[in-house]
């Protein structure tokens, strides 16, 4: 149990070690997007323990959630380098997205399964996949509202008095 919390730990901390390559300007930049997704991650979780989708057997915290480690390291510092590299190519987008959650669903649940940290219960692999996919792109389209209202031109008034 001790080495599964270690390894909880692990996943949440060490993504955050790659945000300085990001760069402050583009973690401002897609920040929005990223957070956006991520509290929406964690409502979502709060339903699929409800409805028993999938079961994490070990938390960081007693009356934290099991994705927690989860979301806050790699799905929001993820989130933060996919729209990094291919915001703006939506194609390119899809398919990056696909690519890392494929990966997290086949061998990555396959180990956390093993590990006996979490497991799929009343949810297939390629369901996940779905909410997974929706999800990426819910995300592109906030990020894009983000992007369009922050460089939503001045108006006369902002501009007389600037």
Not at 16 to 36: C, D, E, H, Q, T
Not at 49 to 57: A, T
Not at 107 to 129: C, D, H, N, T
């Amino acid at each position: 149990m001790r080495k599964n919390k270690m390894i909880l730990l692990l996943i949440m901390i060490l993504p955050w070690l790659s945000m300085p390559f990001i760069g402050k300007r583009n973690v401002k930049r897609f920040y929005p997007g990223a957070l956006f997704i991520c509290v929406w991650v964690f409502v979502e979780s709060m339903i699929a323990n409800k409805r028993v989708w999938w079961r994490f057997y070990e938390k960081l915290t007693p009356k934290g959630t099991g994705e927690m480690p989860l979301i806050i390291g790699p799905f929001f510092v993820g989130s933060l380098w996919i729209l990094k590299y291919t915001f703006g190519n939506i194609i390119r987008y899809f398919f990056v997205n696909l690519i890392f959650d494929v990966l997290f669903i086949y061998p990555g649940l396959f180990v956390l399964k093993k590990l006996g940290i979490a497991s799929l219960i009343r949810l297939k692999s390629y369901q996940l996949l779905t909410i997974f996919m929706s999800k990426a792109m819910i995300m592109y389209g906030f990020q894009s509202l983000a992007n369009k209202l922050r460089k939503k031109p001045k108006s006369l008034i902002q501009k007389l008095f600037s």
